[in-house]
């Protein structure tokens, strides 16, 4: 689980125990990710290390990621370098989208163009001069990088992963980089949808084989033979984005706003089976207390009483 964390009172809430004081600890492996979201409108910098302290005391052993826009005013929200000397941090993501673009473009800087080959490439140079100064900021090696895209149905996240990859690859070799797809909307949509998009990622990540024709006279019927094709990254450093309330609005047109842990919760197990396995919970500490109580992901995540509780 790579958890949202928006406000230094949502530490508390993942922090706290069970029970009547309605804590999330009991459900927390040391493998979940907290995801420090230093966009939210209004934070700042003092707030983000608020959190990041508190995170720390508390889930020593959890990574924290800081989720950065694409602008460039230090301490404000939206600063693609945000938290970037944290040592409490492992990874900075940038969240690939057109408001963080335009959010932080300069006169200099170009429109949002939503064609892949110009995106990925733009993608490439952001990541690589933020690789860099992490690389300066906390020598010698910095901090991982990684992206959150959006969702277009011509964009290929398999070679953006690799692309990613590759970016850390300059600074430290085999260190490969964390991405988070916005498929928030196809859950949204419904678990059907989320399925689809989940199989058609994970085929980004690795294609399926791939047929070669034999040699052979050329009037009789041609054979073939199946070729596997080398993965473009790891899956295991892939998440999809599940967006959800626990006082969900059905005539909300947002994700966070529309989606109930119950459809949340269906799009996660339907995932699962398409064989995905890191899920970008974007929600409150609340709702997220309401997903794991829903019996699809309580067996997942069982509380200290076992599954029977559930």
Request: one cysteine or more.
């Amino acid at each position: 689980m790579m958890l949202r964390v928006n406000k230094p009172d949502n530490v508390q809430t993942y922090a706290g125990p069970g029970g009547a004081h309605g804590g999330l600890r009991a459900r927390i492996r040391s493998r979940d990710i907290f995801v420090v979201n230093t966009r939210y409108a209004g934070s700042k910098r003092s707030e983000w290390e608020k959190i990041v302290t508190g995170l720390h005391e508390s889930f020593p052993c959890n990574r924290i990621v800081s989720l950065n826009g694409l602008g460039g005013r230090p301490g404000r929200p939206g600063d693609s370098a945000a938290l970037i000397d944290r040592p409490e941090v492992s990874t900075l993501m940038l969240d690939w989208e057109l408001y963080d673009w335009n959010k932080g473009r300069r006169r200099s800087t170009p429109a949002w163009d939503s064609r892949f080959g110009v995106a990925r490439a733009r993608a490439a140079k952001r990541l690589a001069a933020l690789a860099k100064r992490s690389s300066i900021s906390t020598p010698p090696d910095g901090r991982r990088v990684g992206l959150v895209p959006a969702t277009y149905a011509d964009w290929d996240y398999g070679l953006i992963a690799k692309t990613a990859d590759r970016r850390n690859h300059q600074v430290r070799g085999r260190r490969r980089a964390f991405q988070a797809v916005q498929t928030q909307g196809f859950c949204q949509a419904g678990a059907d949808s989320f399925d689809s998009v989940s199989a058609g990622l994970l085929d980004q990540y690795t294609p399926p084989p791939r047929r070669k024709r034999l040699p052979g006279p050329k009037k009789k019927k041609p054979r073939y033979r199946k070729v596997n094709v080398k993965p473009r990254a790891s899956e295991r450093n892939l998440a999809l984005e599940v967006s959800f309330s626990n006082t969900p609005d059905p005539g909300s047109s947002l994700p966070v706003a529309s989606v109930s842990p119950g459809l949340a919760s269906k799009c996660v197990r339907r995932a699962l089976r398409r064989g995905g396995g890191g899920f970008l919970f974007w929600a409150h500490p609340d709702s997220v207390r309401a997903l794991v109580k829903t019996r699809r992901v309580c067996v997942l995540r069982p509380p200290p009483a076992g599954r029977r509780a559930c």
